[in-house]
């Protein structure tokens, strides 16, 4: 004998989700890449900054009525040093797309780029023989 299929109830109001088509957008892709072209415009071809993912962003001033909406949210988002991954994130946009957005607004002077702040390039002798210590006791 075999248990009976459990099957979750949908409400009438609401019709069953479509099913995806082989052909359609996966995970992680955008669905629209002429918004990304259009974004980007014809400088993607051009000359980008040397940003890569850990490059902390900050904006010097506020958005101007030229910007696109892209990059009036940008430089909101960027009032606080966020890292180019963190405004990628929030913005939903590829890292390329940002890059390219970026260049504008630093060529504009409306943000600046910094090198992520490094700590000590040797850890301390001290923290190390801490953490042998609480390891060895485990």
């Not at 994130?89 to 600046?112: K, N, R, W």
């Not at 700590?119 to 060895?136: C, F, I, K, N, T």
Request: charged content about 20%; aromatic content about 2%; proline content about 12%.
């Amino acid at each position: 004998m075999t248990p009976p299929q459990r099957r979750r109830r949908q409400s009438r109001e609401q019709p069953p989700p479509e099913p995806v088509a082989a052909g359609g957008p996966k995970e992680g892709e955008q669905k629209n890449p002429e918004r990304l072209y259009i974004l980007t415009g014809a400088a993607a071809g051009g000359e980008r900054a040397p940003i890569d993912l850990v490059t902390l962003i900050v904006t010097s001033a506020d958005p101007p009525p030229t910007a696109t909406p892209e990059q009036s949210a940008l430089l909101r988002l960027c009032r606080a040093p966020l890292s180019v991954a963190e405004i990628s994130a929030y913005l939903s946009l590829p890292f390329g797309v940002v890059t390219v957005l970026l260049t504008d607004l630093l060529t504009a002077e409306l943000v600046q780029a910094r090198a992520p702040i490094v700590r000590q390039a040797v850890p301390d002798r001290s923290l190390l023989e801490a953490v042998m210590h609480g390891l060895q006791k485990l």
